[in-house]
Nanobody, 116 residues
């Protein structure tokens, strides 16, 4: 079982930056494709970014392309989401996801609030 713990959220002004971290405990993230999702009240959780297990490929939602960057450090069991040029529309709870062949795991989320 993989336990994911996110951190790095907070309040930032529009145009600012934040870097989210997701640390895996109890098990390694090696072999898992990792991703970030976000959710606002009353809306479905939406995909933000993903990175394959060997860091060979990344994918982004159109709304964050060119502004966000996902990376991982398997030695540290950590996945990052660098968020630049933030706008109020990026306000959400951000969740880390680990997806394996059989199971997937979610973190508890970290709140990101962007003020205008």
């Amino acid at each position: 079982q993989v336990q994911l713990v996110e951190s790095g959220g907070g309040l930032v002004q529009a145009g600012g930056s934040l870097r989210l971290s997701c640390v895996a405990t109890r098990n390694t993230i090696n072999g898992y494709n990792m991703g970030w999702f976000r959710q606002t009240p009353g809306r479905a959780r939406e995909f933000v970014a993903a990175i394959t297990s060997n860091s060979g490929n990344t994918a982004y939602a159109d709304s964050v392309k060119g502004r966000f960057a996902i990376s991982r450090d398997n030695a540290k069991n950590t996945v990052y989401l660098q968020m630049n040029s933030l706008s109020p529309e990026d306000t959400a709870v951000y969740y880390c996801n680990a997806k394996g062949l059989i199971r997937e795991y979610w973190g508890q989320g970290t709140q990101v609030t962007v003020s205008s």
